[in-house]
């Protein structure tokens, strides 16, 4: 878990501002970067596994778990591309959330997919995932979708099964080919997760899935990187690009790496 949506952002870092609608790119690059989209997804992960460690039940604390993971990673890792509204409630602890609608919510989720064992369950801790920040209804359903689509991925295998879930929120899911030409820079979570999934949805692998989501321009990283993490949940990701991606983390990052795809390490 987390490789694929960190190589989703990592190979869509130099696209973001430089839209480039092909598959035929370079896939790793000296270029390349980890980003807020990584760090975030990180932060995810380690508030996932302390609330299951320390067994926690009330919204409010899983809330809190997850705020606070997240002001740490982000004070560790500053600069690395925070939007403004999101960057002042990073450095402002009695900050509330601010009803944001944007595609941080969904950016983030993908370890909720992989470390909760019910949809139930899944969609619950999306919500409070989402909810320190993007607690607009529209952050709120990007982060449920996306995190719904990574355990179905993972536990059913089944396109049409992902498909018709994110339908359920009410996304329209529009052939690629489509969309790709008029498409642009979008952070919404509205204009944003119908585009990841559906890149996921029209892939024959992990790289096709990060090539084909990062061929759609717009926020290019951000793009990359929801499909990066259902593509990994549902196709796995070939070792090569696992170990290429690990060349741009730090020890930190590593060894959290490390820690979520061992389950029978003891830490």
Wanted: hydrophobic share 40%; aromatic share 12%.
């Amino acid at each position: 878990m987390l490789y694929g949506a960190i190589i989703g952002d990592i190979v869509g870092s130099r696209y973001e501002f430089n839209n480039y609608k092909g598959k035929d790119f370079e896939f790793f690059h000296p270029g390349d970067d980890f980003t807020d989209d990584s760090v975030m997804t990180f932060a995810i992960c380690e508030a996932c596994q302390i609330i299951k460690h320390k067994q926690l039940v009330l919204s409010s604390e899983i809330e809190s778990c997850f705020a606070s993971s997240m002001r740490k990673w982000g004070h560790d890792y500053g600069g690395r591309g925070y939007g403004d509204r999101f960057f002042n409630w990073l450095v402002n602890p009695d900050r509330p959330a601010y009803n944001s609608w944007g595609n941080g919510s969904a950016m983030r989720v993908s370890a909720v997919g992989w470390l909760f064992d019910t949809l139930y369950e899944v969609q619950k801790m999306a919500a409070l995932s989402a909810s320190p920040t993007h607690n607009h209804p529209e952050g709120i359903k990007g982060a449920r979708a996306v995190a719904g689509a990574v355990f179905l991925a993972r536990t059913l295998k089944n396109k049409d099964a992902v498909k018709r879930y994110v339908e359920s929120f009410g996304y329209e899911l529009l052939p690629c080919d489509e969309v790709r030409p008029a498409y642009h820079f979008d952070v919404s979570c509205m204009g944003t997760v119908p585009v990841a999934v559906q890149s996921f949805l029209e892939s024959s692998g992990f790289e096709d899935a990060v090539r084909t989501a990062v061929s759609m321009g717009g926020d290019s990283d951000t793009i990359a990187s929801i499909t990066g993490g259902i593509a990994e949940a549902f196709f796995d990701v070939p070792e090569d690009l696992k170990c290429a991606s690990r060349e741009y983390l730090d020890k930190t990052m590593l060894r959290l790496l490390d820690e979520v795809n061992n389950p029978h390490r003891i830490v």
